[in-house]
């Protein structure tokens, strides 16, 4: 079983700057890693899918990079809506559907 | 576009069995597998299984021997089963679709569910 996790598990930044997001998996993954956005009271939002393509209206300002085994997702000048928690996530053969720890992006 | 809708109790008691459905509403029912994710308060993401249109199941394996989820293509329902509940189950239960990408891209607004005497 592969399993992500992430760093840091917060991040406190200021609005403007750029925040990094690290996600580790065990073993390589190709590039089967996606990236959330989840805010309290509303489902995750996916933002990245295969590691580096944005989904369907989601922002310039986030970019996803990475392969084998360390993934990363940048925002390069945050917003205020963008605090938030993180989440990265693996399909593989198995389990399928995993999910990593989070990330919390918080106002410094 | 598609849209999800969970219904389903919000309360149950320890040891009984959690019946969740999720109505799908718009696109294609057939091209996606269609998930139960939950978070329970203060915690992570967690992925209970996933059902396709025929009926292909997997679970997580770590709630296998609790969970059984089924679908309902004339309705466009898909439900999910969770058994033998405890306080540990408490959490927001979410339906969602994986319409190819290999991820959620489609997810309901999420039902809370308590596990409580």
């Known amino acids: 079983e592969i399993v992500l996790t992430q760093s840091p598990a917060t991040l406190s930044l200021s609005p403007g700057e750029r925040a990094t997001l690290s996600c580790r998996a065990s073993?390589?993954?190709?590039?089967?890693l996606f990236w959330y956005q989840k805010k309290p009271g509303q489902p995750p939002r996916l933002l990245i899918y295969?590691?580096?393509y944005r989904a369907t209206g989601i922002p310039a300002r986030f970019r996803g990079s990475g392969s084998g085994t360390d993934f990363t997702l940048t925002i390069s000048s945050l917003e205020p809506e963008d605090f938030a928690v993180y989440f990265c996530?693996?399909?593989?053969?198995?389990?399928?559907?995993?999910f990593g720890p989070g990330t919390k992006l918080e106002i410094k | 576009q598609v849209q999800l809708q969970e219904s389903g109790p919000g309360l149950v008691k320890p040891s009984e069995t959690l019946t969740l459905i999720c109505t799908v509403s718009?696109?294609?029912?057939?091209?996606?597998?269609w998930a139960w994710i939950r978070q329970p308060p203060g915690k992570g993401l967690e992925w209970i299984g996933y059902?396709?249109?025929?009926?292909?199941?997997d679970y997580n394996p770590s709630l296998r021997s609790r969970v059984t989820m089924s679908v309902d293509t004339t309705k466009r329902q898909f439900s999910l089963k969770l058994s033998s509940l405890t306080a540990a189950d408490t959490a927001v239960y979410y339906c969602?679709?994986?319409?190819?990408?290999?991820?959620?891209?489609?997810w309901g607004q999420g039902t809370m569910v308590t596990v409580s005497s």
């Open positions: 969602a679709g994986d319409e190819a990408l290999g991820a959620f891209g489609v």
């Open positions: 996530q693996l399909r593989s053969t198995w389990p399928p559907y995993s």
């Open positions: 718009g696109g294609s029912f057939t091209t996606s597998h």
């Open positions: 059902i396709s249109h025929s009926g292909k199941t």
């Open positions: 295969d590691a580096s």
């Open positions: 073993q390589t993954i190709g590039a089967s």
